[in-house]
């Protein structure tokens, strides 16, 4: 019908039907182009958009703080072969020595018999790989809970009052005063952990600031930026991967692992070499490139004999008897002319050596300064050993000297100080404030005379352990820590006791005295030393400033069990066999180191130590027939029962007194030596009769009984 119409229409109105219709068609598109172009807009202002996002995403990326972590791996050792000796011509071989001995004639037979065989042909072999498999694994999810709790405003605002006043305090503990000058001072005695070559370069960093207040208070922020926890600990885990690095060959004789390095070692007796070494300038290089040639080695070998003073006989000969040598020494600026008193090893950890520090000069008046006879400030330090250059814990204890430390067994991280004005305190190794955890007191009943020795008595698990302390008061007391740190009881009052060639002139001073007075304190007897025995923790002995050994029990408190012959000198050190629990060793100023079955009233055997007087004795705890002990001279004699006549191996530190002697709590036999310098020296011992022998502890006790037998018959 349409087409008709339009048929029938003019030529005109037709001509202008189809402008009309053709107007009609262009105008969608122009609306079309419309909408291309708005799009096109909007899709430009989209991206520039994500560009700006992008943008600023990039921007937040690089200035975001970047946490970079670094945490210690324990150390890995894949392999630990022991070093094997045999003893030709031996007349009393042991099991050990047999059994190595015959493994090698069946090896040189087979040796032998292989080399004329027709059979026998020498060849490599090619091993195969076995084929890698991969596992998995399926695991339920782990359990999670909602915890929700409600606060208040009022809760919120104390909570961020208290937070603002605690980290105040620690700014006061931390930095001191705000000029650092004569008057700076720490709260409490507490270090701020800032050494003085830090200081002298902030000081020089500081130097051009004009203004003094904004001075001093960017030298307090750069002081609290280093001593805060998080790096401290981290180089604290720097300093140590350094320090194993340098004493690298050390630290695997220390833990025995190494065949061939122990005769690559120096053979000075100090650590100083290894700071020679390190600081000494590097070597020119040759002609062809090559660093130090063999003919400057052998010069500087010639030259470095010609001026060092030749070895004694007496000394050469200990060096070829048995070889000790030093690894290192626990010494920095902070220890350094102190007098090592005591040590003690961890419980826990057997890295971890706890060291006293206390003067004994003055007038004779222990804790006091040599030189002004005022009284001096004691120190504990913790050294670990895999960084022997600076102690993990410092605990200073004002006005007096630290004579006594010991670990506990079952709480590790406690650790027991006795001082010389006669305080014992407990110490938590975990914090780093010098604060006690507790500290006896005069209404508790400490003791009035320097604490000789405190003890951990070990009686097992279920009873826990008790400390005991023992002074020159003359008093042996037990403590207790239920309403602090209270004497319990006093365990043994110590009185002294007449000599029998002296005995007429003693009853006639005592009977001519007139002052009762007198005759009272006559009887005292100041207490120097004690040890329990292992396999029975009741019975203890007890040595004198007179002299005598008591062995004693705690359920009897009025009078010793026994009295043993005494010393001429003080007794400076008893220790108990670790393995026969029917001996106990004693050393004296009278320069004589004794051995004594309980049972007896006389010395067993008396070891010699060359009219020095000897200062602490050691038992080895692998090798029931081995002992060591240090003397005033600095001199170590390392001893074998079944040679009482003269010591197995010898070594002289020299310009020293040695104080105190300890072997580390492992298998490998390391000794360390702590002297008048401050320094605490280790020393390796090197010989298959150091080492642990192939006997459970019931054979080593039964040996050791043998050979003390067949000594004395």
């Excluded at 010069?299 to 070829?320: F, G, N, Q, R, T």
């Excluded at 010991?406 to 100080?417: C, R, Y």
């Excluded at 530190?653 to 298998?667: G, K, P």
Aim: charged content about 30%; aromatic content about 6%.
């Amino acid at each position: 019908e349409t087409s008709s119409v339009d048929s029938r229409l003019p030529e005109d109105k037709k001509k202008k039907k189809d402008k009309e219709d053709g107007d009609d068609a262009a105008k969608p598109s122009k609306d079309g182009d419309r909408r291309k172009k708005h799009h096109a807009e909007k899709d430009e202002s989209a991206l520039s958009a994500k560009k700006d996002v992008d943008w600023q995403a990039k921007r937040e990326w690089r200035e975001a703080v970047c946490t970079v972590t670094l945490s210690e791996t324990p150390t890995m050792f894949l392999l630990e072969k022991p070093d094997e000796m045999l003893v030709l011509n031996q007349e009393d071989p042991d099991p050990a020595q047999t059994q190595m001995k015959n493994r090698f004639q069946r090896y040189q037979t087979f040796c032998a018999n292989s080399k004329g065989n027709d059979r026998f042909a020498e060849r490599g072999m090619l091993t195969f790989n076995n084929p890698s498999k991969n596992k998995e694994t399926q695991k339920s999810m782990p359990a999670t809970s909602n915890q929700r709790s409600g606060v208040t405003v009022w809760d919120i605002h104390d909570t961020m009052q208290q937070l603002e006043d605690d980290e105040g305090q620690d700014d006061v503990v931390g930095i001191g005063t705000a000029d650092g000058g004569e008057g700076a001072e720490n709260v409490e005695g507490v270090d701020d952990g800032v050494d003085d070559e830090t200081n002298a370069m902030m000081q020089e960093m500081d130097a051009d600031d004009d203004d003094e207040p904004a001075a001093r208070d960017k030298h307090n922020r750069k002081k609290a930026w280093m001593t805060a926890p998080a790096v401290v600990e981290r180089l604290t885990v720097v300093e140590r991967v350094v320090v194993n690095n340098i004493w690298h060959e050390e630290q695997l004789l220390y833990r025995n692992i190494g065949l061939d390095t122990f005769g690559s070692l120096e053979d000075e007796h100090d650590t100083e070499t290894k700071k020679e070494i390190k600081d000494s300038p590097k070597p020119k290089a040759d002609f062809y490139g090559v660093a130090g040639g063999k003919e400057d080695e052998r010069e500087e070998k010639k030259e470095k004999e010609k001026a060092e003073p030749a070895l004694a006989p007496e000394a050469a000969l200990m060096s070829s008897q048995a070889r000790l040598r030093t690894l290192w020494r626990f010494g920095c600026a902070t220890t350094k002319d102190k007098n090592v008193s005591c040590q003690s090893w961890n419980k826990g950890n057997p890295d971890l050596l706890a060291v006293g520090y206390g003067d004994y000069g003055g007038y004779g008046i222990p804790g006091t300064d040599s030189a002004t006879g005022k009284s001096s400030d004691g120190m504990v330090c913790c050294w670990s050993v895999k960084n022997p250059v600076h102690p993990e814990r410092v605990f200073h204890i004002p006005n007096a000297g630290v004579s006594s430390v010991d670990f506990s067994h079952h709480h590790p991280s406690l650790l027991a100080v006795g001082t010389t004005e006669g305080t014992l305190a407990l110490y938590d190794v975990r914090k780093q404030s010098s604060t006690p955890a507790l500290k006896s007191t005069v209404q508790g009943g400490q003791h009035t005379g320097t604490i000789w020795e405190v003890k951990w008595v070990d009686k097992g698990r279920e009873r826990n352990n008790d400390l005991v302390s023992i002074s020159a008061d003359g008093l042996v007391k037990q403590w207790t820590f239920k309403k602090g740190l209270e004497c319990q009881c006093t365990l043994m009052k110590l009185k002294r006791t007449q000599n029998e060639s002296q005995g007429h002139a003693f009853a006639s001073q005592h009977h001519a005295s007139k002052d009762k007075g007198e005759a009272l304190l006559s009887r005292q007897s100041g207490g120097m030393c004690l040890d329990f025995n292992p396999a029975e923790p009741i019975t203890y002995v007890v040595g004198t400033e007179d002299g005598t050994l008591h062995k004693c029990n705690t359920s009897n408190q009025e009078n010793p069990s026994q009295d043993y012959s005494r010393h001429n000198d003080p007794v400076y050190r008893v220790r108990w066999h670790p393995f026969c629990s029917d001996y106990f060793m004693s050393c004296s100023a009278d320069w004589t180191a004794k051995l004594w079955h309980e049972k007896r009233q006389d010395p067993v055997i008396a070891f010699d130590s060359r009219q020095d007087a000897i200062h602490d004795v050691v038992w080895s705890p692998v090798n029931a027939c081995i002992f060591a002990t240090v003397t005033s001279t600095g001199r170590l004699d390392v001893w074998n029962v079944a040679e009482p006549l003269e010591p197995v191996g010898s070594m002289q530190v020299e310009d020293r007194s040695i104080n105190c002697a300890l072997f580390a709590q492992q298998s490998s036999p390391v000794l360390t030596l702590g002297d008048n310098k401050g320094d605490v020296t280790v020393v390796k011992l090197k010989g298959s009769e150091f080492e642990r022998p192939a006997r459970t502890n019931e054979e080593q006790s039964e040996h050791f009984s043998q050979v003390v037998k067949k000594n004395t018959q």
